[in-house]
């Protein structure tokens, strides 16, 4: 069958090649507007109405569909190359890095790239330096540039409002819950917040002294410069060329010949298709996005982004999408893609034994997007590899939970409760009170089993001896640079790097194309297969990230 469908889509495309090539003229440069928060695949159903009308539910384009554009730009002789038109750029630093290896491997088929900007950011001037060139108007300006951190600790207001937070964390670095039980930050918060900052500053300026050409002491000079005007960018070196973009088709070709412009809704059916041998098996790929929950995945409708709680990875539909890919025999190997803050301890608890299970059965190579930390790491550790990004937040091994008491806000408020219970510790989770020294006790016990679990979980997926595990746990974040030093993941790379893995783990023909394939949970509940070899709060125990980090001026 495979034979079969290689030789009719091979013949079609040998007959409609020589007719696509006709039209000679018309395509020098392919302009690709770069916007949005670029998703790793291609962008899931829209929100309802009337979210749908918000400026963020607009589905933009993805890692997947750049990448395919760029792949058929660059089989086409015709074309000699692409302008990133960048304005719209929203993305994170993981994510850029992701645009930049898509880039590089453009080039490295004999292609040109042209960045254009009007609104320049850190984010935008990390992305366009993998371009070989950069052109800006004259009117552009580099407004701020850097990285930044902010924490905000409500402590105080809380308390103000007759809230009390009574939390209980293991590990110095595990800091989630400080916002809300401290009124600063911790010497351990801020020791692992500088390390991150240092790491990932370091990776925009090594990135960007590379693809520019320059020092990196010029690069660092020119970030504490800012603001810089478009003609101290050029003079600085961070800018080729300042024409505006009526001038770029003049620019790269000649005032007398200039190059032809189009853009690739004009370009898609007019383009090449390579002839290719299609493997008979896929590549799939299962998402982990958002924070880790009990129950089924759910994007809950709220009007605003509101960290954490806006995607909601649910347990039970990751596992029936593990499923599926164990009872497919056309699945060669699975890709997981993690893009967690973490979340319930026993929701990980969970996905955990399913990727386990998987393993048993064919590869499994875990992604890492710009978040895979605390409970996304806790699901990663039974891969048989993992690939990040330098600038993943990975790691956060550690455990922390608790309550809200909002007896001072009833009182507040003049209002009374009146408890009847039967059991010593039938109210252990009750708002009325903070805990009693047995039921702190008690609880701590369960988050010490959970701390200890989680450790035994990482020391016997990744080979790490349990002394060893504790060095990198007690809560710290890592970037992906620093992940791979201290063996918690294996390479640095982007997706399409996680793929190649799966690929050469399950022995397919590196030579065919392989499919890749998104696998979701069906309609029809899998029970597991034999093992060879609610709310967020409810069960009180959390593996969550402390923060999500974000490029000034990114968008």
């Given at each position: 069958?495979?034979?079969?469908?290689?030789?009719?889509?091979?013949?079609?495309?040998?007959?409609?090649?020589?007719?696509?090539?006709?039209?000679?003229?018309?395509?020098?440069?392919?302009?690709?507007?770069?916007?949005?928060?670029?998703?790793?695949?291609?962008?899931?159903?829209?929100?309802?109405?009337?979210?749908?009308?918000?400026?963020?539910?607009?589905?933009?384009?993805?890692?997947?569909?750049?990448?395919?554009?760029?792949?058929?730009?660059?089989?086409?002789?015709?074309?000699?190359?692409?302008?990133?038109?960048?304005?719209?750029?929203?993305?994170?630093?993981?994510?850029?890095?992701?645009?930049?290896?898509?880039?590089?491997?453009?080039?490295?088929?004999?292609?040109?790239?042209?960045?254009?900007?009007?609104?320049?950011?850190?984010?935008?001037?990390?992305?366009?330096?993998?371009?070989?060139?950069i052109a800006l108007p004259e009117s552009a300006t580099l407004p701020t540039a850097g990285l930044?951190?902010?924490?905000?600790?409500?402590?105080?207001?809380?308390?103000?409002?007759?809230?009390?937070?009574?939390?209980?964390?293991?590990?110095?670095?595990?800091?989630?819950?400080?916002?809300?039980?401290?009124?600063?930050?911790?010497?351990?918060?801020?020791?692992?917040?500088?390390?991150?900052?240092?790491?990932?500053?370091?990776?925009?300026?090594?990135?960007?002294?590379?693809?520019?050409?320059?020092?990196?002491?010029?690069?660092?000079?020119?970030?504490?410069?800012?603001?810089?005007?478009?003609?101290?960018?050029?003079?600085?070196?961070?800018?080729?060329?300042?024409?505006?973009?009526?001038?770029?088709?003049?620019?790269?070709?000649?005032?007398?010949?200039?190059?032809?412009?189009?853009?690739?809704?004009?370009?898609?059916?007019?383009?090449?298709?390579?002839?290719?041998?299609?493997?008979?098996r896929s590549i799939g790929i299962v998402s982990v996005e958002g924070t880790i929950v009990p129950?089924?995945?759910?994007?809950?409708?709220?009007?605003?982004?509101?960290?954490?709680?806006?995607?909601?990875?649910?347990?039970?539909?990751?596992?029936?999408?593990?499923?599926?890919?164990?009872?497919?025999?056309?699945?060669?190997?699975?890709?997981?893609?993690?893009?967690?803050?973490?979340?319930?301890?026993?929701?990980?608890?969970?996905?955990?034994?399913?990727?386990?299970?998987?393993?048993?059965?064919?590869?499994?190579?875990?992604?890492?997007?710009?978040?895979?930390?605390?409970?996304?790491?806790?699901?990663?550790?039974?891969?048989?590899?993992?690939?990040?990004?330098?600038?993943?937040?990975?790691?956060?091994?550690?455990?922390?939970?608790?309550?809200?008491?909002?007896?001072?806000?009833?009182?507040?408020?003049?209002?009374?409760?009146?408890?009847?219970?039967?059991?010593?510790?039938?109210?252990?989770?009750?708002?009325?009170?903070?805990?009693?020294?047995?039921?702190?006790?008690?609880?701590?016990?369960?988050?010490?089993?959970?701390?200890?679990?989680?450790?035994?979980?990482?020391?016997?997926?990744?080979?790490?001896?349990?002394?060893?595990?504790?060095?990198?746990?007690?809560?710290?974040?890592?970037?992906?640079?620093?992940?791979?030093?201290?063996?918690?993941?294996?390479?640095?790379?982007?997706?399409?790097?996680?793929?190649?893995?799966?690929?050469?783990?399950?022995?397919?023909?590196?030579?065919?194309?392989?499919?890749?394939?998104?696998?979701?949970?069906?309609?029809?509940?899998?029970?597991?297969?034999?093992?060879?070899?609610?709310?967020?709060?409810?069960?009180?125990?959390?593996?969550?990230?402390?923060?999500?980090?974000?490029?000034?001026?990114?968008?």
């Open positions: 069958m495979s034979f079969i469908q290689d030789l009719v889509r091979n013949t079609w495309y040998t007959l409609a090649n020589p007719l696509r090539r006709l039209r000679r003229g018309g395509m020098d440069y392919v302009q690709l507007w770069l916007t949005g928060s670029f998703p790793e695949r291609r962008a899931k159903e829209r929100l309802p109405f009337p979210w749908s009308l918000l400026p963020w539910a607009a589905a933009g384009m993805s890692l997947e569909t750049l990448n395919e554009q760029l792949e058929r730009l660059a089989a086409d002789p015709r074309v000699r190359g692409a302008i990133l038109m960048l304005d719209g750029l929203a993305a994170d630093l993981t994510t850029i890095r992701s645009l930049r290896e898509a880039v590089r491997r453009f080039h490295a088929k004999g292609k040109r790239t042209v960045a254009y900007l009007t609104s320049v950011t850190t984010g935008r001037l990390y992305m366009a330096s993998a371009a070989g060139e930044r951190l902010e924490v905000t600790f409500v402590k105080e207001t809380l308390n103000r409002m007759g809230i009390e937070v009574d939390i209980e964390a293991l590990g110095e670095y595990k800091t989630s819950p400080d916002r809300f039980c401290r009124s600063a930050m911790s010497e351990p918060h801020r020791e692992m917040a500088n390390a991150i900052l240092d790491d990932q500053y370091a990776e925009i300026v090594s990135a960007i002294a590379g693809g520019r050409g320059l020092a990196e002491d010029a690069v660092r000079r020119a970030v504490d410069d800012a603001p810089l005007t478009a003609q101290e960018m050029v003079a600085r070196g961070l800018a080729d060329v300042l024409v505006y973009e009526d001038q770029l088709a003049a620019h790269l070709g000649t005032p007398e010949r200039p190059a032809a412009l189009a853009t690739w809704r004009e370009v898609r059916r007019r383009l090449v298709r390579p002839r290719r041998r299609q493997a008979r129950g089924p995945s759910r994007r809950l409708p709220s009007p605003l982004p509101i960290p954490y709680f806006e995607e909601q990875a649910g347990a039970e539909t990751v596992i029936q999408a593990l499923r599926q890919a164990e009872r497919d025999n056309r699945v060669a190997a699975v890709v997981l893609h993690v893009d967690s803050p973490g979340g319930s301890a026993l929701a990980a608890d969970l996905i955990w034994r399913e990727v386990l299970r998987l393993r048993q059965r064919k590869p499994v190579v875990v992604y890492m997007g710009s978040m895979a930390a605390s409970g996304g790491y806790y699901i990663s550790a039974p891969a048989s590899y993992i690939v990040a990004q330098a600038t993943t937040l990975t790691g956060s091994i550690g455990i922390w939970g608790g309550k809200v008491v909002t007896a001072g806000l009833y009182e507040k408020w003049g209002a009374r409760r009146e408890v009847l219970q039967r059991g010593e510790m039938a109210g252990l989770y009750s708002d009325i009170a903070p805990f009693t020294k047995a039921g702190r006790q008690r609880f701590c016990r369960l988050l010490e089993a959970s701390y200890a679990r989680f450790k035994a979980r990482v020391a016997e997926g990744r080979g790490i001896e349990r002394d060893r595990v504790e060095e990198v746990a007690r809560g710290r974040v890592w970037t992906g640079r620093q992940a791979l030093e201290r063996g918690l993941i294996d390479e640095v790379g982007d997706l399409w790097a996680a793929v190649e893995k799966a690929k050469q783990i399950a022995a397919l023909d590196m030579q065919r194309y392989v499919p890749v394939v998104t696998l979701r949970a069906g309609r029809r509940h899998l029970l597991p297969l034999p093992f060879e070899k609610g709310p967020l709060l409810g069960d009180g125990i959390l593996a969550l990230v402390p923060w999500q980090m974000r490029v000034v001026g990114s968008g």
